[in-house]
């Protein structure tokens, strides 16, 4: 079993939003920072938004700026990243990853714990 599974991917007009769910098995996300990535058809791996585990934010994708957040709920143990004002460009694959360490990072080889990925898909 994975210790990280994504949820809340699927198919979705453009303009639309999405909650991607990222959840631990296992661990507790608030000592970790936690990344979400996405990857496209033939495109390497791209780090979408980042939250440390003192809880400041970085954004890895200016793409994305002003539209996707990043967020934890402690109690239920899960990261969130809010997709609003969806592109048809942001049609990927997405994973949530997890590392010891209190500082983000685009990197996907710094990273200590993966999910599956979930699939987005903005098309008309």
């Known amino acids: 079993q994975l210790p990280l599974v994504e949820s809340g991917g699927g198919l979705v007009q453009p303009g639309g939003s999405l909650r991607l769910s990222c959840a631990a098995s296992g661990f507790t996300l608030d000592y970790y920072t936690v990344g979400w990535f996405r990857q496209a058809p033939g495109k390497e791996r791209e780090g979408v938004l980042c939250i440390s585990s003192s809880s400041s934010r970085a954004n890895s994708a200016d793409s994305v700026e002003g539209r996707f957040t990043i967020s934890r709920d402690s109690a239920k143990n899960t990261v969130y990243l809010q997709m609003n004002s969806l592109k048809p460009d942001d049609t990927a694959v997405y994973y949530c990853?997890?590392?010891?360490?209190?500082?983000?990072?685009?990197?996907?080889?710094?990273?200590?714990?993966w999910g599956q990925g979930t699939q987005v898909t903005v098309s008309s």
């Open positions: 990853a997890a590392r010891v360490t209190y500082v983000c990072s685009g990197a996907p080889a710094d990273w200590d714990y």
